[in-house]
């Protein structure tokens, strides 16, 4: 029987690393089949060569965004396509592990009708802003953006409202979640790095998956300096608490106003490194 698994997060969460956990378990069940493979959809599109993809699956991955509460836009970094109302049962047999960046709401459940296992991934969200920070400041996202006049992740730091824009970001996206928070399994970002083992052993039991092997299998493939060797523009430190290297009081100050009580609400305690 076909699994299929859909994964959500705001970007630099950890996402990528619970979609190769995942992926490195439906293959062992006979269940891994992605849309895009299939179709070949990007193939006419994609014009860049590896070493410009941010991991080496992208060209293969399942993303998607839902719009009207009815438009469903198949997703990668560079190209949308969209798909009618009618086409969505095709496309929902064809891909057996969905991701999005997109706030959780009711048209993820109510367009998307295959049945799937939900997950949610969270990460302390002064790490993500952290992360987004360095990100658009890396070469390759200033090479794919000229425009943007900026040399260092000092410079940006200096821009209070930008990062009181990511903070809101974060903030108005994992509150969402709380809102359909039964729909899912929440998979904490830090749990991945501190007790990965059995965070993975919790992924595998949701899916069905009981063999001791096949999770010591994903902790292999999904280790932070193999995931960083083979997706180097993607991943940087795949760590935590690195955001209180850079965080000044008033930034830190900033995101307590803004999110200080979201941060307790997932058991990130507001007092820790304040």
């Known amino acids: 029987?076909?699994?299929?698994?859909?994964?959500?997060?705001?970007?630099?969460?950890?996402?990528?690393?619970?979609?190769?956990?995942?992926?490195?378990?439906?293959?062992?069940?006979?269940?891994?089949?992605?849309?895009?493979?299939?179709?070949?959809?990007?193939?006419?599109?994609?014009?860049?060569?590896?070493?410009?993809?941010?991991?080496?699956?992208?060209?293969?991955?399942?993303?998607?965004?839902?719009?009207?509460?009815?438009?469903?836009?198949?997703?990668?970094?560079?190209f949308k396509a969209?798909?009618?109302?009618?086409?969505?049962?095709?496309?929902?047999?064809?891909?057996?592990?969905?991701?999005?960046?997109?706030?959780?709401?009711?048209?993820?459940?109510?367009?998307?009708?295959?049945?799937?296992?939900?997950?949610?991934?969270?990460?302390?969200g002064r790490d993500v802003v952290n992360s987004w920070l360095h990100y658009a400041v890396s070469p390759r996202m200033l090479k794919r953006h000229p425009q943007y006049k900026i040399n260092n992740v000092e410079e940006l730091y200096s821009n209070m409202q930008y990062f009181k824009d990511c903070a809101n970001r974060w903030c108005d996206h994992v509150t969402q979640y709380l809102r359909f928070k039964d729909k899912y399994t929440l998979i904490l970002f830090e749990n991945l790095i501190d007790n990965k083992f059995d965070t993975i052993a919790r992924i595998a039991d949701k899916l069905g998956v009981k063999n001791v092997q096949l999770f010591n299998n994903a902790y292999e493939r999904t280790q932070i300096e193999e995931t960083k060797k083979e997706a180097p523009l993607h991943v940087r430190k795949g760590k935590k608490s690195d955001w209180t290297n850079h965080f000044t009081f008033k930034h830190k100050d900033i995101f307590k106003k803004i999110a200080g009580n979201t941060l307790i609400e997932f058991g990130y305690e507001e007092s820790n490194n304040w």
């Not at 970007?11 to 891994?32: T, V």
């Not at 410009?52 to 560079?78: A, C, G, K, V, W």
């Not at 009618?84 to 969905?98: G, N």
């Open 1 to 78: 029987m076909s699994i299929y698994v859909g994964q959500c997060g705001v970007e630099k969460s950890g996402n990528y690393l619970l979609f190769r956990i995942i992926k490195s378990l439906l293959p062992d069940i006979d269940s891994y089949q992605s849309y895009s493979n299939i179709t070949g959809c990007w193939d006419s599109l994609m014009k860049m060569n590896d070493t410009d993809l941010s991991f080496p699956e992208l060209e293969s991955m399942d993303e998607f965004r839902i719009d009207d509460d009815q438009t469903l836009y198949h997703l990668n970094s560079h």
């Open 82 to 124: 969209s798909f009618s109302i009618w086409d969505m049962k095709s496309y929902e047999s064809k891909t057996a592990l969905l991701w999005t960046h997109q706030p959780p709401n009711k048209s993820h459940f109510t367009v998307l009708k295959e049945p799937r296992y939900w997950f949610y991934i969270i990460r302390d």
